[in-house]
């Protein structure tokens, strides 16, 4: 699918779309964890939409990582974290797994605002679905709309927000250490699944064997998550 926006500027786009959809993720999980009553993350600043904390936390995960994913896949791949008191979520194991669904929750938000513009703009006429036009993301712009301006950009950014976040969101939400899914599982079943997951993370690289797991799962993700694309764009 053509993009509006080709080249470096679509690379550089993507990457910020990446910076601000992981950072509003990670501010997540700090103020529900603050709001639950662990104050760590707040303490150290990561209640906060500016991505500086994020990246001296996790200069690996938010800054290499996703440039070399662009480079050579064309798509940012990449991780951060904040920090908690495990004591804490011992405790309160249901605001553990309030703190761990708040960052997926934040991903699916900005999906939800992002298909909501797009639906506006449709339905204003200035995108459309189906006809002529010229391709930007997932749709297409209204005859008279050049690829290169501002709106062809807007659609560009729109679309990329609505998929990164809609993945961001489902692939965190896997149950395999040290994704958020393993957070949320560990918290709602506590006796059930906390000594497992304790015994998975005394494997050396099990957050790397997690990462490989969830990968392998989230492959048959994929399709329901483009139906769910279609559905929401009304394809």
Known sequence: ??????????????????????????????????????????????????????????????VVAPLIGLYYMGFPFGWASVPYDPTWGRRHPLRQAGMSFAGPLANFSLALLAIVALRVLIASGVYHLRGTGVEAGFVLLSEGVAKNSPLAALAFLLSNLFSLNLLLGLFNLMPFPPLDGAGVAEGVSPRL?????????????????????????????IGPMNQLISLGLGF
Do not use: K, N
Not at 16 to 37: D, I, N, P, Q
Not at 55 to 61: E, L, M, V
């Open 193 to 221: 699944l906390g000594s497992l997951y304790d015994r998975l993370r005394e494997i050396p690289g099990h957050e790397f064997l997690g990462w490989i797991a969830a990968s392998q799962v989230f492959r048959y993700a």
């Open 1 to 62: 699918m053509v993009a509006a926006m080709d080249g470096i500027p679509s690379l550089v786009a993507l990457y910020l779309l990446f910076l601000f959809s992981t950072t509003c993720h990670e501010a997540a999980h700090a103020f529900a964890a603050h709001r639950g009553g662990d104050d760590t993350a707040y303490s150290l600043g990561h209640v906060s939409l500016d991505p500086t904390p994020h990246i001296f936390r996790s200069p690996w995960g938010m």
